[in-house]
């Protein structure tokens, strides 16, 4: 009975020192968490539990996963910041293959007034045949600083987001990778299918040429609801806190199991342009080579 205590004890103080803890919120005081590269989260049930690179379970985020209600209109996310963005549903029957594009980093933006900006190519997920995503695996490209990292200048990332509000877990680069990138550096993001024949619809999203960039690798019980590409912004106080000019989403391909389908992108979110801020534009459509272009 001692010895069973002891072990008990031990295995509960090994979980704790394991735990993960917010290391601080967003703007809207979600957690923010971060994960070592390498991490693996898989869906079990109505949680999503994150498996350190050596197996061990490093957190579970109970009830995460909720049917939702049945909604046809747009994507219900994201309550505290503004964001644009192109998206296109996916028909569960024809599993997402690969999601990529590429882009290059725009100039600093003229002031730094603790504004985020987030560009990204996401991947949507939902319980089972709802269209309500809980959850999204993205790549960004950031400017400003959470807590996880970054500061006046543009770095990368690659994120779970739970949706509404559950948090958001970012993958932490190994010790010696350093995110910042430069204006004017070329960035490929890929979010694929990785099918190693289990039950589970495992997603890598990451920047493929970038070595040492840091892996998001998530396994869902469904398969994905809907791919999105766009701009996330929080805490913009004037136009000088966006870039100048524009960001392109080039060469921008989605591939299903049966090959690369008939799609129209759906722009959704604020912003036009006689509306003054930034707006996004689907300038070649389809899923080869489709193309966006954020205007700020
Ligand atoms: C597994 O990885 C965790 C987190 O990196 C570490 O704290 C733990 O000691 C490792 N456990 C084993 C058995 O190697
Ligand atoms: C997407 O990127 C991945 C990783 O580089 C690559 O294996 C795949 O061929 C790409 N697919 C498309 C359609 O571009
Ligand atoms: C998209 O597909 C085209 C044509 O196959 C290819 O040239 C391009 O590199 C792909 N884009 C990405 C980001 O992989
Ligand atoms: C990050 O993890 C992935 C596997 O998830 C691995 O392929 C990649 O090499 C890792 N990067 C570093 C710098 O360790
Ligand atoms: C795209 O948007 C149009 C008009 O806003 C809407 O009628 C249509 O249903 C949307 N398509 C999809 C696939 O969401």
């Known amino acids: 009975m001692f010895l069973f205590f002891h072990a008990l004890t031990a295995a509960l103080l090994a979980q704790s020192a394991l735990a993960l803890v917010p290391i601080g919120r967003t703007a809207s005081g979600r957690p923010m968490y971060v994960a070592p590269n390498g991490s693996r989260g898989v ?3 109505n949680d999503l539990q ?12 109970a009830n995460v996963v909720s049917g939702g209600s049945k909604r046809s209109s747009t994507l219900a996310r ?16 024809d599993t997402l293959q690969a999601f990529n594009t590429s882009f290059v980093v725009p100039p600093i933006p003229a002031a730094f007034d603790s504004q985020l900006l987030y560009l990204n190519a996401a991947v949507l997920v939902s319980a089972g045949d709802s269209d309500v ?17 970054g500061g006046s200048y543009w770095s990368i990332g690659t994120q779970l987001e739970l949706i509404p509000d559950g948090g958001i877990v970012a993958i932490s680069p190994s010790r010696d990778f350093d995110p910042l990138v430069q204006p004017g550096t070329e ?12 039950r589970f619809f495992r997603y890598l999203t990451q920047f493929p040429f970038i070595p040492g ?6 396994s869902f019980n469904s398969p994905a609801l809907s791919v999105a590409i766009g701009l996330e912004t929080v805490g913009v106080v004037k136009d ?3 870039p100048a000019g524009s960001v392109s989403f080039k060469q921008t391909n989605l591939t299903l199991e ?21 707006y996004l534009t689907v300038d070649v459509d389809g899923s080869t080579n489709a193309e966006f272009t954020v205007h700020f």
């Open 258 to 278: 049966s090959g690369a389908p008939e799609m129209v992108w759906n722009v959704s979110g604020a912003g036009t342009p006689s509306s003054g801020g930034p």
């Open 50 to 61: 994150l498996l350190a690179p050596n197996g061990t379970l490093l957190h579970t985020f």
């Open 78 to 93: 994201r309550g505290d910041v503004n964001f644009i963005e192109a998206s296109t549903p996916l028909t569960r029957t």
């Open 187 to 198: 960035i490929v993001t890929s979010s694929t299918f990785n099918d190693v024949g289990d």
């Open 240 to 242: 000088t806190d966006y």
């Open 213 to 218: 960039s840091p892996v998001l690798d998530f």
């Open 133 to 149: 995503p809980f959850a999204e695996v993205r790549a960004v490209l950031q400017y400003g600083a959470n807590a996880v990292q």
């Open 43 to 45: 869906q079990v049930g």
